[in-house]
């Protein structure tokens, strides 16, 4: 069975190894070579040569047409069912007591960990949200109408941190939908807790789902705007200065994908940079800012400007084993992979792959460009290298 994107380049060659059909070419009356370039994708062949192929390998012709043309195999929404349904308000009758601010932060502070740090964070998350979500829910609405207006903040407060959790879930198990809605909660809970930096953090997360959905001047908008609310409401401190520093770097990813790379270098030097220097490493409110976040975000400025070399320079700098998050060590590894691919060098490209998937094996199955990487390797690589790539194909699921 073949992943329902994959190409038809790659289907024909799955086949056709998985049969051992060395001479298919000379049977349907083609050469070896034009066989190889129409698996790389470099031919598209007519229906006649699609339909001997097809024949020769003993499967039907649907079998090797996909759908329609890809260009980055996508895997499909991999959003929990229990965890939709819990945010659709599937949770326990009001009469139920509700859980005490302290044991929800507690919870929601341990799946935040375990989401930033466990290899399984995608199983974990679906084991732990659902609950985790009603219980939530359920308490907001036990608090909204008390006499007890700190332990209504502290439940909204909680409330936020959950959104914001569940806005990564969500955007990382392809349901952005669900991630905008749920980054319209956070920003309202911590507004409704009165509470300045959940607010900006809010604005942060809703950023990165504008980020998601390629809406990149609303997401500076979003971010400038905290920045701005942010230092109107709140004195200075380490936490402001870090919250500032995470929405510049929404500012940067918002230039970057404009393509203003002057821009985009500009804010990491003299505004994330500096703010980063003055807080140091820290993960204040989830956002793992710090230098080590800014200099993975100035690799990722030189890959998308094309300054492949200068990003991989920067890279050998970086030192990941101070990243806080798996999310961010594995979304900087892949670009490293990325480069190296850009530059044919596969050898190199299939180790930071096989690393990755050693880092964070679900991760990596859910990420298009991780697929696209594996299966460019199977098209071109030497023998040796497209042979493992062709396993961890497997592995992932594309084939």
Same mark, same amino acid.
Request: with cysteine; glycine share 4%; hydrophobic share 45%.
């Given at each position: 069975m073949v992943a329902p994107d994959l190409p038809i380049g790659d289907r024909i060659r799955h086949y056709r190894k998985s049969r051992q059909q060395d001479v298919v070419a000379g049977l349907v009356g083609i050469t070896p070579d034009y066989l190889s370039q129409i698996e790389r994708g470099l031919k598209v062949p007519s229906l006649q040569?699609?339909?001997?192929?097809?024949?020769?390998?003993?499967?039907?012709i649907a079998a090797l047409l996909s759908d329609e043309a890809v260009t980055a195999p996508a895997p499909? #929404?991999?959003?929990?069912?229990?965890?939709?349904?819990?945010?659709?308000?599937?949770?326990?009758?009001?009469?139920? #007591?509700?859980?005490? #601010?302290?044991?929800?932060?507690? !919870?929601?502070?341990?799946?935040?960990?375990?989401?930033?740090?466990?290899?399984? !964070?995608?199983t974990d998350a679906a084991q732990a949200l659902p609950v985790l979500i009603a219980e939530v829910e359920h308490s907001v609405r036990a608090h909204r109408s008390g006499p007890d207006a700190q332990t209504r903040r502290q439940v909204l407060r909680a409330a936020a941190d959950l959104y914001f959790l569940l806005r990564s879930y969500l955007r990382r198990t392809g349901r952005l939908d669900l991630s905008l809605m749920v980054a319209d909660r956070a920003v309202r809970a911590a507004e409704d807790a009165d509470d #300045?930096?959940?607010?900006?953090?809010?604005?942060?997360?809703?950023?990165h789902v504008l980020l998601a959905t390629d809406e990149t001047d609303g997401?500076?908008?979003v971010a400038m705007h905290g920045i701005e609310t942010l230092h109107a409401e709140v004195p200075a401190s380490v936490e402001r200065e870090a919250m500032?520093?995470?929405?510049?770097?929404?500012?940067?990813? @918002?230039?970057?994908? !404009?393509?203003?790379w002057t821009a985009a270098r500009d804010r990491l030097r003299k505004r994330a940079a500096p703010a980063a220097a003055n807080v140091g490493e820290g993960n204040f409110l989830w956002t793992v800012f710090g230098p080590t976040n800014v200099d993975l975000h100035r690799v990722s400025v030189e890959m998308e400007a094309g300054e492949v070399s200068e990003a991989l320079h920067?890279?050998?700098?970086?030192?990941?084993?101070?990243?806080?998050?798996?999310?961010?060590?594995?979304?900087?590894?892949?670009?490293?992979? !990325?480069?190296?691919?850009?530059?044919?060098?596969?050898? @190199?490209?299939?180790?930071?792959?096989?690393?990755?998937?050693?880092?964070?094996?679900?991760d990596l199955a859910r990420t298009p460009m991780a697929r696209a990487l594996v299966l460019s390797l199977i098209r071109r690589a030497r023998a040796m290298h497209a042979r493992q790539a062709e396993s961890l194909a497997h592995r992932l699921g594309v084939l």
């Amino acid at each position: 069975m073949v992943a329902p994107d994959l190409p038809i380049g790659d289907r024909i060659r799955h086949y056709r190894k998985s049969r051992q059909q060395d001479v298919v070419a000379g049977l349907v009356g083609i050469t070896p070579d034009y066989l190889s370039q129409i698996e790389r994708g470099l031919k598209v062949p007519s229906l006649q040569i699609l339909y001997a192929i097809a024949r020769e390998l003993g499967v039907p012709i649907a079998a090797l047409l996909s759908d329609e043309a890809v260009t980055a195999p996508a895997p499909p #929404p991999t959003a929990e069912t229990s965890v939709v349904r819990a945010l659709m308000g599937y949770g326990p009758a009001l009469s139920t #007591p509700p859980s005490s #601010p302290r044991d929800l932060r507690e !919870r929601i502070e341990a799946a935040w960990r375990s989401w930033q740090t466990s290899p399984t !964070r995608f199983t974990d998350a679906a084991q732990a949200l659902p609950v985790l979500i009603a219980e939530v829910e359920h308490s907001v609405r036990a608090h909204r109408s008390g006499p007890d207006a700190q332990t209504r903040r502290q439940v909204l407060r909680a409330a936020a941190d959950l959104y914001f959790l569940l806005r990564s879930y969500l955007r990382r198990t392809g349901r952005l939908d669900l991630s905008l809605m749920v980054a319209d909660r956070a920003v309202r809970a911590a507004e409704d807790a009165d509470d #300045p930096l959940r607010v900006a953090a809010a604005q942060w997360n809703l950023g990165h789902v504008l980020l998601a959905t390629d809406e990149t001047d609303g997401a500076e908008h979003v971010a400038m705007h905290g920045i701005e609310t942010l230092h109107a409401e709140v004195p200075a401190s380490v936490e402001r200065e870090a919250m500032t520093g995470a929405l510049h770097l929404v500012t940067v990813v @918002a230039a970057s994908r !404009r393509r203003d790379w002057t821009a985009a270098r500009d804010r990491l030097r003299k505004r994330a940079a500096p703010a980063a220097a003055n807080v140091g490493e820290g993960n204040f409110l989830w956002t793992v800012f710090g230098p080590t976040n800014v200099d993975l975000h100035r690799v990722s400025v030189e890959m998308e400007a094309g300054e492949v070399s200068e990003a991989l320079h920067l890279a050998d700098k970086v030192d990941t084993a101070r990243v806080q998050s798996i999310e961010r060590e594995f979304t900087f590894t892949l670009e490293v992979a !990325r480069c190296y691919d850009l530059r044919r060098e596969d050898a @190199a490209t299939l180790l930071h792959l096989l690393q990755l998937e050693s880092l964070a094996p679900e991760d990596l199955a859910r990420t298009p460009m991780a697929r696209a990487l594996v299966l460019s390797l199977i098209r071109r690589a030497r023998a040796m290298h497209a042979r493992q790539a062709e396993s961890l194909a497997h592995r992932l699921g594309v084939l």
